[in-house]
RNA sequence: GGGUUGUUAGCUCAGCUGGCUAGAGCGUCUCGUUUACACCGAGAAGGUCGGGGGUUCGAGUCCCUCACAACCCACCA
């Protein structure tokens, strides 16, 4: 086979991808020894710790893959295909998410564009419509994770909507049932009035607004009370006035009745801590059924809950002119009314912060209503307890703590959601009245029924669904198959790589469930990683139009490119701009490796290979060696941290400043085929988790590797010979002197010009091949005990170029340069010496280095100074 | 109001337990087409590590403080 001039990532890639799969060596199950090979149930490798397991945060069914997926297929493949190449038997689960309500927003959006409404259909034909639009959308994001190279097992793709998903959620919410975790309470919910659904508190967003606040009298007989709203509207569910206890000026007022505005009704004045005297006139209206904070005072005083704003977001329950107004009109009215009755006393400007529905924008109405919600406490202190122990790590860090602190405030969780697409609560309530003695809701999985019977009563199915997290908290349980009966190796995940941002939504609840459901801790370790800003560190995002493609990017520079290039500079935790020069990076890397390989094969096709295993033969070689150790070392050492950017950087810096630039460089002198092959595929092994196409496609090029690099052994450490390498360390610095001081002398294409002399130097002498190559000096010659031309500033070694004494003199102002220099380097370590504080504490070897620095420096300037003079 | 994180070269970022003469990529400048690569080679310029104080023989690194930025949580009648 050939290798082309560059390389070109498109010619490569999906056949590559295709190659892998088809192999199956991205199931587990199909290239490793079964569980339990002798068939006596008990799990062979138990405790023998050779599985690597991680699941694939699953990406929404319904669309196509933004950079965020880009950036956890490239962490989370990078470890798959490491543990992979370090002989794990390594599992990473794709999945696909319903997305509960973020699919339902976007179906209903198609609808919308085709005319039709959701209420034009039931519940089930709406699930069954979605269902096939999802499965349609589905394949679209599937290709586009094989593009990033995702090396995940397809068989084993878990859908959030799988039966084997549903079944366990069932499970899980019948023994939180019968464990008296889950109840019905009516609360106030988030709910949003387009979408007709509640949200948890977690999925609303915040937002300043400028709103105003109106002071409206409440008249009690001999007076009146001022309060201050900004929901004038909500008035006639007003219940109570509230002033704070230690108010004096309202001291006397308490516990009489005001008459409440525009209605007939008398309420109380009540004190209660949430009234702040500060704020306002100090007085505060209730409505509990509409207000979050007023519904914690009603419950404090057990006041009535009455509800004026019905779910479609228009008033009931008032007097008959306010009664079907939406919110807006309705306000109006109430304000001119208040107005034209003189009760309206002041209104003024301020900012508060409103809730949002975070898809749709519309504000949120707290509503009240029934749903299921589950008791968090006992859940939440066992992961607390778990937490505090240090049984799962973090990357970062900080964020265990914060997860702490989190669960330490945690409310009870609202899991339904008033969408048809999602999985069906699993509760039906009691339609025959008759039947007093029946519990008024019931368990059943028949949730395909609208109406079942049990014993001769009829329950109907509550039309919700629950929320995605609840079933998405399952997922470590659900993708390794975890059961009751079975040890899994599998299970607890090693690792949990997800966005910081669903820290609490998603991570704490798999904790919590896994802890519930199977007793132990999900996973071992969490590694969150941040968001991706655009180039400037701002939020991506349609409306500001920044947003990024990663299937872009894959396109122009490769899929291997996108990857290094977006873990590059990146780290746990961390908001980070997206640099699409990591990316050029990471292209130029690709396409260096590929010439390497090609350098080397064309060596091979020419070259006899001398079967002498890989002994090294000169300098050049054990100095390699001795740095792909180090490199390996490191890379090691980054991956078990999860610093991914480290190892990428090393892996550059070895692959590109010390494998090409010195070592080939100096192949081309002396030729070592076996260590050409075997310190190449040391590399290629290296780099192949984060660049997995280049690096097979070079395996698959080159003509003496077997099989594929994706299931290759990691390279073992390399022998070499110490002082040879010391030596080539020198060899390293004379050439970048000579370089160096070649390209400041005046005129250009010194090299060609002038000749390289030396004097009774071995190393020169031996190495005069390899060090002309690496110059490009015409000659070097011995100078016989005759010194002419321009030295060189190098310890232990007596180099001249051989340079006229003119150009020399030209030379002169470079040379003072470099020896005030050297003097104020000097000047520093001097002055550390002269403190008698450094010598008694620091450490002995410091001191001795410190020492050893100065000799050198003090006969580099006595050098430069005598070679100053001649001139 | 509470919390978390960040502020290092023109840009995007490394710098883990204090020893740094502060690094990388991209960009800039100079030179170079010698049969792996111009997606290249050789070399260079560019930083009082946000400000101030402290601990230490020694601080980009630890502590305090201020400023700025981002994010999260709570509150906002």
Redesign the pocket.
């Known amino acids: 086979m050939t290798?082309s001039?560059?390389?070109?990532p498109g010619e490569f890639e999906s056949d590559i991808y295709a190659a892998w799969e088809a192999s199956g060596i991205f199931d587990p199950k199909l290239t490793t020894r079964p569980v339990d090979s002798d068939g006596d149930g008990v799990d062979d490798r138990q405790g023998e710790n050779d599985t690597f397991s991680i699941v694939m945060p699953p990406p929404n069914a319904n669309g196509n893959l933004h950079i965020g997926h880009g950036l956890t297929v490239a962490l989370e493949d990078s470890l798959t295909r490491y543990y992979r190449l370090r002989g794990l038997s390594s599992w990473y689960i794709p999945g696909a998410d319903h997305a509960g309500f973020e699919t339902w927003v976007v179906y209903e959006r198609e609808l919308e564009k085709k005319g039709h409404s959701r209420f034009e259909f039931d519940r089930d034909e709406l699930y069954a419509r979605v269902w096939d639009f999802v499965a349609e959308q589905r394949g679209n994001m599937e290709l586009q994770l094989r593009a990033l190279g995702a090396s995940c097992s397809w068989e084993d793709l878990t859908f959030t909507l799988d039966e084997n998903v549903i079944d366990r959620v069932y499970t899980t919410f019948e023994k939180m049932w019968n464990d008296g975790l889950i109840y019905r309470g009516e609360k106030l919910v988030n709910f949003c009035p387009k979408h007709q659904t509640a949200f948890a508190?977690?999925e609303v967003e915040?937002e300043?607004e400028s709103?105003t606040?109106?002071d409206i009298a409440y008249v009690y007989e001999g007076g009146e009370v001022i309060?201050?709203?900004?929901?004038p509207e909500t008035l006639f569910g007003d219940v109570a006035v509230?002033v704070n206890p230690e108010d004096e000026r309202y001291k006397k007022l308490v516990g009489k009745t005001v008459k409440l505005p525009l209605t007939d009704r008398e309420i109380p004045i009540i004190t209660d801590e949430?009234?702040?005297?500060?704020?306002?006139?100090?007085?505060?209206?209730i409505t509990p059924a509409h207000?979050?904070?007023d519904f914690e005072v009603g419950e404090r005083h057990q006041l009535e809950r009455i509800r004026v704003i019905a779910e479609d977001g228009t008033m009931i329950n008032v007097p008959e002119a306010y009664f079907g107004l939406n919110t807006k009109e309705c306000r109006k009215k109430v304000l001119k009314d208040l107005k034209d009755q003189g009760l309206l006393r002041g209104e003024k400007k301020?900012?508060?912060?409103?809730a949002h529905c975070y898809k749709c924008g519309t504000v949120l109405e707290p509503t009240l209503k029934e749903q299921w919600f589950i008791d968090v406490e006992r859940l939440a202190k066992a992961a607390i307890e778990h937490l505090e122990n240090g049984e799962i790590k973090f990357h970062?860090e900080?964020?265990r703590?914060?997860l702490i602190?989190?669960l330490k405030?945690l409310k009870d969780w609202n899991i339904s959601r008033q969408i048809p697409w999602g999985i069906a609560i699993p509760m039906f309530r009691k339609i025959d009245d008759t039947a007093t003695d029946e519990p008024d809701w019931v368990f059943d999985r028949r949730t395909h029924l609208q109406v079942i019977e049990k014993a001769g009563v009829k329950y109907q199915r509550d039309e919700d669904t629950f929320d995605t997290w609840f079933s998405s908290a399952h997922w470590p349980i659900v993708c390794t198959n975890w059961t009751e009966e079975n040890f899994n190796p599998y299970y607890p995940l090693n690792v949990m790589e997800t966005g910081a941002?669903i820290l609490?939504a998603w991570v704490a609840r798999m904790i919590m469930m896994g802890l519930y459901v199977t007793g132990e801790v999900p996973f071992k370790e969490v590694y969150l990683h941040g968001l991706v800003?655009d180039?400037?560190?701002k939020?991506m995002s349609k409306s500001k139009g920044n947003v990024i493609n990663p299937m872009d990017l894959v396109t122009r520079f490769g899929s291997d490119a996108f990857r290094l290039g977006i873990l590059?500079?990146?780290?746990a935790?961390?908001?980070?701009?997206?640099?699409e020069?990591?990316v050029?990076?990471g292209?130029?890397l690709?396409?260096?490796l590929w010439?390497?390989s090609?350098?080397i094969q064309?060596i091979i096709d020419t070259e006899e290979d001398i079967p002498s295993a890989s002994d090294t033969l000169n300098m050049g070689e054990d100095w390699i060696c001795r740095e792909l150790n180090n490199c390996l070392e490191q890379v090691e050492?980054a991956m078990s941290?999860y610093?991914f950017?480290?190892a990428i950087?090393v892996l550059?810096?070895t692959i590109?400043?010390k494998y090409?630039?010195w070592f080939?460089?100096s192949q081309?002198i002396y030729r070592n085929v076996p260590l050409l092959k075997q310190t190449l595929e040391t590399i290629l092994i290296a780099l192949h988790p984060f660049a997995p196409f280049v690096t097979e496609a070079i395996w698959q090029n080159l003509s003496w590797t077997d099989g594929y690099i994706a299931t290759a052994d990691w390279p073992s450490r390399l022998e070499y010979d110490p002082i040879s390498t010391e030596q080539f360390e020198n060899i390293r610095i004379i050439?970048?002197e000579v370089?160096?001081t070649?390209?400041?002398l005046p005129g250009?294409?010194?090299?060609k010009k002038y000749s390289l002399l030396y004097d009774n130097d071995s190393l020169i002498n031996d190495n005069q091949l390899l060090i002309r190559s690496l110059t490009?000096v015409p000659t070097i010659n011995s100078l016989n005990g005759a010194p002419r031309g321009l030295r060189l500033a190098l310890a232990n070694h007596e180099l001249y170029l051989d340079v006229p004494e003119n150009i020399v003199k030209e030379y002169k102002d470079n040379l003072t340069e470099r020896i005030l220099s050297v003097g104020r380097?000097l000047d520093?370590l001097n002055l550390?010496m002269s403190?008698p504080?450094?010598l008694?504490?620091?450490?002995e070897h410091?001191v001795k280095?410190t020492t050893e620095?100065i000799r050198e420096k003090e006969a580099l300037i006595a050098r430069l100074k005598a070679e100053l003079e001649i001139i």
């Not at 301020?350 to 409103?354: A, K």
């Open positions: 290798f001039k560059s390389y070109e508190d977690i915040h300043d709103g606040l109106w309060v201050s709203t900004t929901r509230a949430h009234a702040d005297p500060e704020y306002g006139t100090g007085a505060v209206k207000d979050f904070d301020i900012t508060h912060s409103v970062p900080n964020k703590k914060v602190n989190y405030g941002d609490f800003l180039e400037h560190g939020k590059r500079g990146r780290s935790g961390m908001n980070q701009a997206f640099s020069n990591s050029i990076a292209r130029n690709c396409n260096k010439n390497i090609r350098l064309s050492l941290n610093r950017a480290e950087e550059y810096q590109w400043d090409a630039d080939l460089e081309k050439v970048s370089r160096t070649l390209q400041a250009t294409n010194n090299a490009k380097e520093n550390r403190n504080n450094y008694s504490k620091a450490p410091l280095e620095q």
